[in-house]
């Protein structure tokens, strides 16, 4: 099992930043890959970024390219998002995943292909 903790969300105005962090513990070596969601009132949960724990490959939806970065802490077991000029459009509970296994030709942006999930945190942009 692996137990993921999401923290690091608020209330920002539009144009600001965050940065999210998801805290692994547990049998962190079964994941593969670690990523992050989002979800908004009304709407499906949404790929927004992801990295290979091995390798750092990274990943990210298109709407959040150049905004966002994801990053990973092997010391700490920790997955960051930093998250820059921030919309009103982000605003959206964001969770942490863990899939316990990457598939180099698949992209990772599948919610259900992963296995773990934190709790989620909100981020609210006001405009």
């Known amino acids: 099992q692996v137990q993921l903790v999401d923290s690091g969300g608020g209330l920002v105005q539009d144009g600001g930043s965050l940065r999210l962090s998801c805290a692994a513990s547990g049998r962190t070596f079964s994941a593969d890959v670690m990523g992050w969601f989002r979800q908004a009132p009304g709407k499906e949960r949404e790929f927004v970024a992801a990295?290979?724990?091995?390798?750092?490959?990274?990943y990210y939806a298109d709407s959040v390219k150049g905004r966002f970065t994801i990053s990973r802490d092997y010391v700490k077991n920790t997955v960051y998002l930093q998250i820059n000029k921030l919309k009103p459009d982000d605003t959206a509970v964001y969770y942490c995943?863990?899939?316990?296994?990457?598939?180099?030709?698949?992209?990772?942006?599948?919610?259900?292909?992963?296995?773990?999930w934190g709790q989620g945190t909100q981020v609210t942009v006001s405009s």
């Open positions: 990295i290979v724990w091995i390798g750092g490959i990274t």
């Open positions: 995943a863990a899939d316990r296994r990457y598939v180099p030709t698949t992209k990772p942006t599948n919610p259900l292909e992963y296995d773990y």
